[in-house]
């Protein structure tokens, strides 16, 4: 099945600093790649997402980009701000029909330093 | 519009009890799926239902079963529970037949087994 590796493992940034999460996959059959944000006591929350046929995607502060050759994606948050720490996952599907199981990676804290 | 809802939030039971979880998905989502999360783990697939069919199952025990009704709120039942049961359960659900992505996730319900 799909193994996915989440690099690093805990992440301290300055404030208004950039942090970037890499994560890696196994499975070239994977097409949908989420990630999600993690606040203590609540359920991940999706807040962005990217598929295999594109290769970069923004929305505001935060982009992922995907590198299906090499098998990795990542997670860009640019100006990062208090609010914006959390545990984040990022998972890989091969989604359609009868296969929509996600695998996650272990989770990366980030930690935002005022 | 709602959430998923996950009840209970929290539950407390012994070794060897059963345990059933519930889960009401997004009104007219139809596709609903049980993650477990501990710290050693992470986020394991457990299950997806579609149309109260089983489409998917994740490497888990047949202690570890669920179910999906006409109106696509969910069940999750877990038998004789032993220490290692101990998680945070999460339902995610999605609209979709073919989910491209994009599932929601409840807060969860935090099992303790004793």
């Known amino acids: 099945g799909e193994n996915v590796e989440q690099h690093p493992s805990t992440l301290s940034v300055q404030e208004g600093d950039s942090a970037v999460i890499k994560c890696t996959y196994s499975?070239?059959?994977?097409?949908?790649f989420p990630w999600y944000k993690q606040e203590l006591g609540k359920g991940p929350q999706l807040i962005i997402d990217?598929?295999?046929?594109?290769g970069e995607k923004k929305d505001q502060r935060i982009a992922v980009t995907l590198n299906k050759t090499a098998k990795h994606f990542s997670l860009h948050i640019t100006e990062t701000q208090p609010e914006d720490s959390a545990v984040y996952f990022c998972a890989a599907s091969a989604v359609g029909y009868g296969n929509n199981r996600l695998a996650f990676g272990k989770g990366n804290q980030v930690v935002v330093i005022p | 519009k709602a959430g998923v809802t996950q009840t209970p939030r929290y539950l407390i039971k012994t070794r060897g009890q059963q345990v059933t979880l519930s889960c009401s998905p997004i009104s007219g989502h139809r596709s609903v799926s049980w993650y477990q999360q501990t710290p050693g783990q992470g986020l394991q697939f457990l299950f997806e239902?579609?149309?109260?069919?089983?489409?998917n199952k994740g490497n888990f025990p047949g202690r570890f079963s669920g179910r999906q009704f006409s109106n696509s709120r969910s069940e999750m039942n877990v038998s004789t529970l032993e220490l290692g049961d101990s998680a945070l359960y999460l339902c995610?659900?999605?609209?979709?037949?073919?989910?491209?992505?994009?599932?929601?996730f409840g807060s969860g319900t935090r099992l303790t087994v004793v």
């Open positions: 239902y579609f149309s109260e069919t089983q489409r």
């Open positions: 995610a659900s999605s609209p979709d037949e073919r989910p491209t992505g994009g599932y929601t």
């Open positions: 499975d070239s059959a994977s097409n949908y």
């Open positions: 990217i598929r295999s046929n594109v």
